[in-house]
């Protein structure tokens, strides 16, 4: 009874929140023409992307940072490629936030690290996209509009944020994502780790590789940075990390390159 009762309330949510943000037919072609990864063999029209990213516009908060605005493309662009991840999983995984920052930007980032000694080490890092526990995002909208484009190196910077997201849906960033069931949590661990380690040394030794080099700082980065290549330019992961591939596929039930 309280399930088809609550089914019947998220039913009448959805449909009102589908009606309110409505993405108009022209504003949802022209999305898909700039970001052609969008559409993907399981959903080749969109379809169900355009209905999941109009109750993400309903669920979640925009800013932006002058000199940049709040248009229907910018807040489409952002929405859809953050839904791109969950596309199979639900959006539910993205209920521990609800803020989204848009910077015109990348942004530079004053840091200061303690090291194991006691040395406070003093540093500027160049951010395109930042997650944190519980939010909000931050995004480049110069990375994101740039995204159709760069897509051919792998590089996309909503879906590593949202990447993010799901890593830190269990509290902890360690590049261990809420598994489903049928994948064990010392499966995903040894796959990971054994990928990541391989990664590092071919990155120190200065090897080219399909994924961004970025990925050898830590597991949650190596984790983010696939995660990206798997939704942008797969064939370049799978024929690299086969393994870590069929991982991810399963993870996000998506077969991209199938
Ligand atoms: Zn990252």
């Known amino acids: 009874m309280f399930g088809a009762l609550s089914r019947w309330w998220h039913g009448r949510r959805d449909a009102a929140a589908l009606h309110r943000r409505a993405i108009p037919d022209d504003l949802w072609k022209r999305t898909l023409i700039r970001y052609p990864f969008l559409r993907t063999t399981a959903d080749p029209q969109g379809t169900a992307l355009r209905r999941m990213t109009s109750l993400f516009l309903d669920r979640k908060e925009f800013s932006a940072v002058a000199p940049l605005r709040l248009t229907n493309d910018v807040v489409v662009a952002v929405a859809a490629q953050a839904c791109l991840p969950v596309l199979q999983l639900g959006l539910s995984h993205y209920d521990g936030f609800v803020g989204i920052v848009l910077q015109p930007d990348q942004v530079i980032a004053h840091r200061h690290r303690l090291d194991e000694d006691g040395v406070l080490h003093e540093y500027d890092e160049v951010l395109s996209g930042e997650a944190v526990q519980g939010g909000p995002v931050m995004l480049s909208w110069r990375d994101v ?11 996309n910077v909503v879906i590593h944020e949202f990447a993010h997201v799901l ?18 949590r010392a ?32 597991p949650e980065e190596f984790f983010a940075v696939a995660s990206e290549a798997l939704f942008v330019a797969p ?11 069929r991982m991810l596929v399963r993870f996000y039930r998506l077969d991209i390159a199938a």
């Open 145 to 155: 509009r740039g995204s159709g484009r760069s897509a051919a190196e792998g590089y």
């Open 167 to 184: 890593d830190m849906e269990d509290g902890a960033a360690d590049g261990v994502p809420v598994l489903p069931p049928e994948i064990a």
């Open 187 to 218: 499966d995903w661990q040894r796959t990971l780790s054994a990928e990541y380690e391989a990664f590092v040394r071919r990155v120190e030794a200065g090897e080219d590789t399909a994924l961004d080099p970025y990925g050898a700082q830590a």
């Open 235 to 245: 064939d370049g992961l799978r024929a690299e990390h086969p393994s870590l591939y």
